[in-house]
């Protein structure tokens, strides 16, 4: 059983349900049924949570075709949860906390895990790395 990749899905999909109940707030509150309605905060919330399921999904397959091509625990921990910070710091900034920086640091440690699943990957299926 792939344990890590698990236990990080199960983080993801609760912090995709907190991203989703913020944008189903905003909905209600601002009474937009479709779209951003031209609301700034609606716009945001939107981005964020959209920007999640763009990058998250992706990110869990090449950790978890990591873990099952033997990654080692170092880089399946580590990874997992400097997903957890990037996604947070850059959600974060997008409702409201951090501002600008924030989402530039969860932006670069996000290319960054995509970097390094990608290359560990290539590098396991060419035999490059052991």
């Known amino acids: 059983m792939m344990t890590t990749t698990i236990t990080f899905i199960g983080i993801f999909l609760l912090m995709l349900t907190v991203l989703s109940a ?23 919330a939107l981005r964020a949570q959209g920007n999640f399921i763009e990058y998250v999904p992706m990110l869990l397959i ?19 949860w400097v997903l957890v910070v990037a996604r947070l710091s850059h959600a974060g900034s997008l409702l409201g906390v951090g501002g600008t920086p924030g989402r530039l640091f969860g932006t670069g440690l996000t290319w960054l895990l995509l970097t390094v699943f990608g290359v560990y990957l290539i590098g396991r299926s060419t035999g490059l790395i052991a």
């Open 22 to 44: 913020i944008t189903s707030g905003h909905r209600a509150k601002y009474e937009i049924d479709f779209g951003d309605g031209g609301n700034r905060k609606m716009m945001r």
């Open 62 to 80: 090449g950790m978890g075709a990591s873990e099952y091509a033997g990654a080692p625990g170092w880089l399946l921990w580590t990874g997992g």
